[in-house]
């Protein structure tokens, strides 16, 4: 995993990268699959950072080969 890499995406551009609905990203938020941040305390926008997508990625693949084998 990148150590230094403070990069925020919004969910647009979350749903771009992963080449993944804006829907798929919002049912992971709800199961608490892929964690974004809040910006501000109450309403600020929601945005899911670089260390988190690796997180994800990294826990997904794991998963998934687990079920394979």
């Given at each position: 995993m990148s150590e230094q890499n403070?990069?925020l995406y919004t969910i647009q ?11 798929q990203l919002r049912a992971w ?41």
């Amino acid at each position: 995993m990148s150590e230094q890499n403070n990069e925020l995406y919004t969910i647009q551009e979350l749903a771009r990268k992963m080449k993944v609905s804006t829907k798929q990203l919002r049912a992971w938020k709800r199961r608490g699959v892929l964690r974004p941040i809040r910006l501000e305390r109450i309403s600020g926008p929601l945005k899911y950072s670089q260390q988190e997508l690796e997180r994800f990625i990294e826990e997904y693949t794991i998963n998934k080969c687990k079920e394979n084998t």
